[in-house]
Nanobody, 115 residues
């Protein structure tokens, strides 16, 4: 079993920054790609950033240049540094991994960006 726990969300003004963390437990995830998703109010959940086991990253266009995904394998933790936040970034942010063919999600952390 894999447990994922996100933290670091909160209320921030437009233009501000937050750093989200996703701590994994139960299994070492060093050899697995991990992702961040978000779900804005009333909208579908969307994939916004991913990082492979080798550290290759990818982002959706709307967060490129503002968000940075990284991982610390020693801590079994993935991060999402979010800069230049905009009101449209307001969402619940979720950590995700596919482990042995099964999808695992955290409970999410709420990010609210005020204008």
């Amino acid at each position: 079993q894999v447990q994922l726990v996100e933290s670091g969300g909160g209320l921030v003004q437009s233009g501000g920054s937050l750093r989200l963390s996703c701590a994994a437990s139960g299994r070492r995830l060093t050899n697995y790609a991990m992702d961040w998703y978000r779900q804005p109010p009333g909208k579908e959940r969307e994939l916004i950033a991913g990082i492979t086991s080798g550290g290759t990253t990818n982002y959706i266009d709307s967060v490129k240049g503002r968000f940075t995904i990284s991982r610390d394998n020693a801590k079994n933790t993935v991060y999402l540094q979010m800069n230049s936040l905009k009101p449209e970034d307001t969402a619940v942010y979720y950590c995700h991994v596919v482990y042995y063919g099964m999808n695992y999600w955290g409970k999410g952390t709420l990010v609210t960006v005020s204008s």
